[in-house]
Structures are given as C-alpha cells and as structure tokens.
C-alpha cells in the first residue's frame, strides 16, 4: 500500500523561540531553549543520542520504573536525549511514562522552561487522543513562564484533530487558527495551513478546504510542496478524484512541480479507483521526469491490480522491481500474497510466505496475517490453523489482528472446535478481546448463521461469543 510519510509533510516544527515574559517591574522570567547550541559547520551525531535512549528503553521495566533508570544514566542525559526519548515512549503507546520523564527533567539544574518541550508532548499525547493531557500541558507551560508561540499552537490543533469528535476537532482547531492570527508572535506558519488543510479535506469538507486555499493566498505565508501533496492524498484516499485533480491543477498553475510523493498519491488515488489508464499515464510521466519510482510506487501498483484481479499485471510490476535494481520489502510480499489469495492461487501465495521464511529474514507478523487472510478468504480455515500453529513453533509470534481475522473465519465458518482452540491461545496470551472485536465477531456470527441451514456450527459460535462477552465484561471490571 501506498505510504505517504518517508518525509511527513505535516510534522510540527519544534524548535524552540525565544522570548521574554513581563513579570513584574522587577522580575523576568526567560523561555529559551535548552537544547545543545550547534557550531557552525559542525554535524551533530545522532547515534549517541539514539543508543543512549535505546539503552534506557532496554533497562526499564515493571519492577525498575523508567525514573530510577533516569537518576543511574544522570550525568549523560540532556534535553536532546528527552525529545528522542519522548518520541520513542509515543511509539510504545507509554505517554505515562512521557509524563513522568518530563517531571524528571523539572528537577534537574540543567532544565529550563522551554517551548519545545512542551508542543513535543503535547504532540505526543494528541497522538495518543489524550487530548486533556494537552490541554493541561498547554497551561502547565503558561504557568512556567513561557508564552505560546505558533509551533505550541499546531501542536494543540493537531491533538484536537486526533480527537474521536471530528466535528468538534475542526471547530476547536479553526477556532484556534482564528486566535493564532490576532497574536504576532503566534500568525499560522505554512505548516499549520498544511494540517488544517489535510484535515478538512479527509473530512470532505471541500469547501472550507477552497476557503482556507483563499485565505492562504491573501495572507503573507505561501502554499509548498506538501501543501498540495497532503491535500491531494487526502482527497484521492476518499476517492474524491475530480477534486485531487482540481488541487493539482492549481499546484502546476504556480510553478510548483511535483515530486515524488506527488507521482506516488496519484498513481494510489487512480489505483484504488481502479482508473487504470490515468494510473499508468502517471507511472510513464514518473518515469520521464527527475523524480525515480520508489517501493512504495510499486507497491500501490501490485496491490490495486491485486484488488481487481489482474493477475498477470501485479507480477508483471514486481518483475519491473527487479529489472529497475530494487529490492522489494515484506510490504511488496504481502501485496503479492494478497493478490494471489484474490485471483484463487493460495498456492503461490503460500510459496512466497515459505520462501520468505526460508530466508531467514526478520519476518513481520502482517506477512503471516496476510497469508492467514489468503487462506481464510478461500475458504480454507484447515489450512489457516495449521499455518497458526507452524508460526507459533517457529516463533512467529500472532497480534491481536492475528486473532481478529482467525476468529471471524472460524465463526463463519462455523468450526466450533477451531474457535475453542482460538479463544484458549487468545487466553494463553493474555489476549482480550476489544469492542470493535466483539462486534465484528458478532457480524461473522450473524452472518454465517444466517447462511447456514443446519443449527450446529451456529450453537458453538454462540457459546464462542458468550465467552467473548464474559471476556470483555471481566476486562471492564479489571480496568
């Protein structure tokens, strides 16, 4: 699948400003920023930074909080290591423990109030839709001293816009962009008509998204490359062709060319449309400008042939990966597993998953996911449990989606033995099902109760979704 994040377009920029705050008549307070000062023409070396972080990550646990490693590794830890280290708890889902290094880093005699700091986490909680979190962060920072500047502000407005309430997100976040324009040092920078703009045009506002296009020309900020590319890859993902194509036109209308990731939306909008001419129009013009294809150009290829079937297409792109010199990632192999299980070849499928096995590569769980999928899509639950219990030897270790797609081909299948086998693995590994998973359980259910003639499969699957019931229920009480 096509991904548009090797450069994310739309990352807040976090470098602190600084400023001074009035006081009183006799005291200042200052905000500036704590990060190392860079000489000129000097490189800093991130791989010190990232292995120190790399080892605190490794030497904290349940039973060694993440502080105590902190005082231990004391004399080496500097700001620069906090906002690696901010990043890295986000990605592990552990923005507690972001919290707690942030407390930590107040008490050493190094630290000064900073705005940096403070729209790296407010970032990082928005991600997690803690959305309170930052708003309280928000305020912390204004109580230590520091004035909001226009990094903070698209840090807040992003947050909101990982909020569950889109309606409302939008509303919070223009209400903040109409606050931004009557404060100086706070005036919307390019980058946050680039998130406003992404996120009205995911929501399919179109016309909020031409009135913030007016208004990004009268002001004095102009419209970059991920203007357009963000804008274009929303609308292309909600198959609003005709608009992505009107925010091209007017991205050539000044002068500014596409580029890679430009090719590579376009040539995924059309795929996923399965507007295969205007899709292979865009690949020949990639082919004939600066810009080189990348994997994730063939890749959206592979997969959006898959979808409609066209076999012989999909493997003649990966036969092109070859012949241009590139070597393809375990994304290009699910894509091509998934288009076999699509086109009824489980059996070359099966003989990509082996040979990739066989390898002795890093192997992800999505790759096992997708070949399950290919079984189960055919109509082969046998084959898929077989294939569950052959990774599970081989410590290919399943994930929550492993057990969602299993569970619902089992079900539909109505396979009570396989179910109960299922649910006692999903046991085993402290696995308990969500909402979105009872519900979807209950779908496959329905749906293979209402396709079956005979009642027996369809009294194990409702005993498997009693317990699925009494699972979540217990879950609920626990937390």
């Known amino acids: ?248 036109s007017q991205m050539k209308s000044n002068q500014i060319k596409p580029d890679a990731i430009t090719f590579n939306l376009l040539i995924d909008s059309y795929g996923r449309r399965q507007a295969f001419e205007k899709m292979e129009q865009v690949y020949k013009s990639l082919l004939r400008s600066r810009e080189k294809p990348t994997l994730p150009t063939f890749n959206s290829m592979i997969t959006n042939y898959g979808k409609a079937r066209l076999k012989d297409k999909a493997e003649a792109v990966f036969k092109k990966i070859y012949e241009m010199g590139y070597k393809p990632s375990y994304v290009t192999y699910e894509s091509l597993i998934t288009t076999y299980a699509l086109c009824d070849c489980v059996s070359k499928a099966r003989e990509i998953f082996d040979e990739m096995m066989d390898s002795k590569k890093e192997m992800h769980v999505s790759t096992l996911n997708a070949m399950l999928d290919a079984y189960c899509m055919n109509g082969l639950p046998a084959e898929a449990d077989q294939l569950f219990e052959y990774a599970h030897k081989n410590g290919l270790l399943p994930n929550a989606s492993t057990y969602k797609l299993l569970y619902k081909a089992y079900t539909k299948a109505n396979m009570k033995e396989l179910v109960q086998k299922l649910l006692k693995y999903m046991d085993n590994s402290g696995i308990v099902p969500n909402k979105k998973f009872f519900l979807d359980a209950l779908g496959a259910f329905r749906s293979s109760r209402a396709g079956s003639e005979s009642s027996r499969g369809a009294t194990g699957a409702t005993g498997a979704t009693t317990q699925l019931i009494d699972k979540q229920k217990h879950s609920a009480k626990a937390t």
């Open 1 to 248: 699948m096509f991904q548009l994040n090797t450069v994310t377009p739309f990352s807040i920029n976090f470098k602190p400003t600084q400023f001074h705050l009035q006081n009183s008549p006799f005291t200042r307070i200052s905000c500036i920023s704590t990060r190392p000062k860079r000489k000129a023409g000097v490189k800093i070396d991130k791989s010190e930074t990232e292995e120190l972080v790399k080892t605190l990550l490794r030497n904290f646990n349940d039973k060694k909080p993440l502080v105590n490693v902190l005082d231990k590794y004391v004399k080496l830890i500097r700001t620069e290591h906090c906002f690696h280290l901010f990043e890295e708890l986000g990605k592990r889902d552990k923005w507690l423990q972001c919290l707690e290094v942030f407390r930590w880093m107040q008490k050493q005699r190094w630290y000064v109030a900073d705005n940096g700091v403070y729209s790296k986490l407010i970032s990082v909680m928005g991600k997690k839709g803690q959305i309170r979190m930052a708003m309280w962060l928000f305020s912390e920072m204004r109580n230590s001293g520091c004035r909001p500047d226009t990094s903070v502000y698209n840090s807040l407005i992003s947050a909101h816009l990982h909020s569950r309430d889109k309606s409302k997100a939008l509303a919070k976040a223009l209400g903040y962009f109409e606050k931004m324009k009557g404060i100086e040092r706070c005036k919307p920078s390019i980058v946050t008509y680039n998130i406003l703009l992404r996120a009205f045009a995911q929501a399919r506002k179109v016309d909020q998204v031409n009135a913030l296009f007016k208004d990004l020309e009268e002001s004095i900020v102009s419209p970059d490359i991920y203007t357009y590319n963000g804008v274009m890859d929303a609308y292309g993902k909600n198959g609003m062709i005709r608009e992505m194509e009107s925010v091209l």
